[in-house]
């Protein structure tokens, strides 16, 4: 196969580390290295036809000095895909192109228009509009951005209703592996010690019409706070893109910072991205876009006025630690948002489906005086024109009707809102990792919005969340009859192609009386959100959204089509179908797409969601909980050999990968530690254990003290092998100091390093010599112990919880 063929059209030549560099000229070469990392050809073109490149690239550089000479070359090499990285060039782009069009639109350009030449305007916004109607996917910086974008894709044609042609792709740096101010460098001190030399604060860039920063400036030279303020706002200020690189390195802090302005709070600093993946950490404006997350992750302080900046300066400088922490905290953002190769890596597959035409492909209208081939056309007939006939003549006066019903319905406002969290039943007991999940995230909510209801399958009742108090309300009588059976639902399920033992995660794709509850509930709480726990439940939530303005989360605990197809062989291809339709359809039409991890994210990208929906924020874990739990005596209680080791696994036996996980254990692990000399026994916590026992394992059933049970355990052993989603298993163990043994799959999803929070091994026989090993080492499990647990320790579920409100409030 032909390798993907890019050309990236950028307004200045690839960066030389020797000269002075161009933002944009640095991210496009990025992006063509990462490209090309993948396997792409890649091309960078720039008009500049007379500056030198004697660097060695892995891309071609091509200067072109005249439109006629790069149309000229596009239409010889024929590139499957064209990145335009500057939209004032758009002339310089043939009309005839026959490959896709992508538009890299990373600076809210037309509000800097607002600063500079207003009578320009009028001309700018129709180029602009011509040129985003022939793009077929526009990259932008951040996700207000995004929204920002919307109205002009509107005004250019696109049929934006249920897939928006735009993907955040954020400024991106290479990460480092430790922050420039590490301890060892000896710039800014330790407690008690003198600093080595007065710590540094960097401010780059030059000030532009929107970009002001001279109050802010002049705050830090009159005050006397102990600092020296490198400022490279001078023309002389630097010899190289190098030179920059280096200076920002030996800072401590960087100063991002100008008066408040709409295009300050739309716009992205490569200042502030170079910064933070270099382990600088940041005093910002509290409006910028990364403020959320310079917040959430204590890589920085955030200010809302100049008079703020000596005494925080005072303050720094006088804690050399509060520098180190927000230094790592700076790493754990980069990593997590700004990582150039995981980023701009990611860009390939799209590109690859860009140029086969799979994404955005016009729909193309049915061919009714062709023959009907089959029993398929005549389906896509009635499809198509008679679900249009079906929603003109009855759904639409319905959806009338339910929007004047819902007309006077509370709205919220400020702080005045509530959350509604939409999921499946079972959910107490919180007895398997679903139920955890969706619990716990009600609860954590309910710190940050006013009210979390918690509305699921069940008809007869919700539940409402206040301030972490959880109170049980009922429905009324009339309300709970509307629907079909539960029965006759789960039937109309199965005979759509889905099995029987996942069907009932897909009611609310055939039970409307979810949606009439969910109504109810909108009349009479300002409800801001309607999230989703797992695909059909984003159904009533997108229906929500369209007819009362709500907005709609779709929460992901797997890449369910994906769970579904490798845990149940019988899935036939009707059935397979259906369910990735569904689930990728409904994550595009909802606002906000929530992954677990970054595998499951990359996954339902591959699949068709829309990149610029999704987010990744992991599982979390009850802290609390955890610390107040005293270690239970499981030999005593259980009935365990007094000189047996307790190794310990928890989760939901029905679920087939945890039974065979811990049936590995009795059949493999333990005659292999016996072999060892090593006497072990295998307790397993939680629900649903298997009718017939298993030599050498103790089945608990749920537990009402898991934490308890686990710090009573000598090591967790996780042999999983398969099954999808992060496992939260893994967080419990290490919330209780109890030291874990994985196979890569049963840590999956999870940034964990073998050695550091935990031991990681495939093989079963290298397993059970690891595990006899730990065993005899009780300084090597405890130290385990310590570094999961301080690992863990930023998962609460407030925090995580927090994450999710400030994604959708803009923040994040």
Not at 331 to 350: G, I, M, P, T, V
Not at 736 to 751: I, N, Y
Request: charged fraction near 25%; hydrophobic fraction near 45%; aromatic fraction near 8%.
């Amino acid at each position: 196969m032909a390798p993907l063929r890019v050309l990236i059209f950028s307004e200045h030549p690839p960066y030389d580390p020797a000269r002075p560099a161009d933002g944009l000229a640095v991210r496009h070469a990025r992006i063509a290295e990462a490209l090309v990392g993948r396997g792409a050809a890649v091309t960078y073109a720039h008009p500049d036809a007379t500056a030198p490149d004697t660097a060695a690239r892995a891309f071609e550089v091509l200067p072109v000095a005249t439109p006629a000479a790069l149309a000229l070359w596009i239409r010889r090499q024929r590139p499957d895909v064209v990145v335009l990285g500057y939209w004032e060039f758009e002339e310089w782009i043939p009309t005839d192109l026959d490959g896709a069009l992508v538009l890299d639109y990373i600076a809210p350009r037309m509000l800097e228009r607002l600063f500079e030449d207003r009578a320009r305007m009028s001309n700018d916004a129709r180029r602009l509009i011509r040129l985003l109607a022939r793009s077929r996917e526009v990259w932008v910086g951040n996700a207000r951005q995004a929204d920002l974008m919307v109205p002009w894709l509107l005004l250019a044609g696109h049929d934006c209703r249920f897939a928006v042609p735009i993907r955040v792709v954020p400024i991106s740096a290479p990460v480092a592996d430790v922050p420039d101010n590490a301890p060892d460098d000896a710039r800014v001190g330790r407690p008690g010690e003198q600093p080595a030399r007065s710590p540094i604060a960097f401010h780059g860039g030059r000030d532009w019409p929107w970009r002001v920063s001279t109050r802010w400036l002049e705050a830090v030279r009159q005050a006397d706070t102990g600092w020296t303020l490198d400022d490279l706002g001078r023309p002389d200020a630097l010899s190289g893109f190098d030179d920059y690189l280096d200076r920002l390195g030996r800072a401590d802090l960087l100063l991002e910072l100008c008066d408040d302005n709409l295009e300050r709070r739309y716009s992205q600093s490569f200042r502030m991205t170079d910064a933070l993946c270099r382990g600088v950490p940041v005093v910002a404006n509290r409006f910028l876009p990364l403020a959320g997350a310079i917040e959430h992750h204590g890589a920085g302080w955030l200010v809302d006025s100049p008079d703020d900046l000596p005494p925080l300066l005072e303050r720094l400088a006088d804690e050399p630690m509060a520098l180190q922490r927000a230094a790592s905290g700076a790493l754990a953002l980069a990593r997590e948002q700004l990582d150039a190769a995981r980023n701009y890596a990611a860009l390939f597959d799209a590109l690859v489906a860009l140029g086969q035409g799979q994404l955005q492909a016009r729909p193309q209208p049915l061919d009714l005086t062709a023959p009907p081939a089959a029993r398929g056309a005549l389906g896509a007939f009635r499809r198509h024109y008679l679900s249009r006939w079906a929603h003109t003549l009855v759904r639409r006066p319905y959806h009338r009707v339910l929007q004047r019903l819902a007309a006077d319905r509370p709205r919220p406002a400020g702080d005045e809102a509530t959350w509604i969290v939409t999921s499946r039943s079972d959910l107490f007991p919180t007895d398997h990792g679903a139920a955890v999940k969706i619990e716990r995230t009600a609860w954590g909510l309910s710190h940050h919005v006013q009210r979390v209801v918690l509305l699921t399958d069940r008809r007869d009742r919700y539940w409402v969340y206040e301030r972490g108090e959880r109170s049980e309300r009922r429905f009324p009588l009339w309300l709970r009859a509307l629907g079909w059976p539960r029965a006759f639902n789960l039937l109309r399920l199965l005979l759509k192609g889905l099995p029987y033992s996942n069907a009932f995660l897909y009611l609310p794709l055939v039970d409307r009386g979810l949606h009439a509850r969910l109504l109810w509930l909108l009349g009479r709480y300002p409800v801001e959100v309607v999230q989703a726990e797992f695909p059909a439940y984003a159904h009533p939530a997108v229906w929500a959204a369209r007819l009362f303005g709500t907005r709609s989360v779709l929460v992901e605990h797997n890449v369910e089509f994906q769970r579904i197809a490798d845990q149940v062989p019988e899935l036939g291809a009707r059935g397979a179908r259906l369910l990735k339709r569904t689930e990728v359809e409904l994550a595009n039409a909802c606002d906000h797409v929530v992954t677990v991890s970054d595998r499951d994210r990359d996954d339902l990208i591959a699949a068709g969601v829309r990149e610029a929906r999704i987010v990744t924020i992991p599982h979390g874990v009850d802290l609390q909980r955890f610390e107040r739990a005293e270690p239970v005596d499981l030999r005593a209680r259980y009935g365990l050999p007094a000189d047996h080791a307790v190794l310990v696994y928890h989760g939901i036996y029905s679920y087939p990968p945890n039974l065979e996980a811990v049936e590995e254990l009795s059949t493999r692990l333990l005659p292999a530690l016996a072999e060892r000399g090593v006497q072990a026994s295998v307790l397993a916590c939680g629900p649903r254990p298997p009718a017939q026992p298993l030599p050498g394992v103790t089945f608990a059933g749920p537990v009402d003290d898991l934490a308890g049970h686990l710090k009573g355990a000598d090591l967790a052993v996780i042999p999983l092998r398969s099954g999808g989603g992060t496992r939260m298993k893994i967080l419990d163990d290490f919330a209780a100091r109890v030291p874990v043994v994985a196979t890569r799959k049963g840590m999956e999803g999870l940034p964990l390093r073998d050695g550091r929070e935990l031991r990681i091994v495939d093989d079963p026989d290298a397993m059970a010599d690891l595990v006899a090993g730990l065993l005899a080492d009780v300084d090597a499990r405890q130290a385990l112990a310590d570094r999961a647990a301080d690992w863990v320790a930023r998962l609460d579920w407030r925090s995580i919880a927090g994450r999710y409100v400030a994604r959708v409030r803009g923040a994040g």
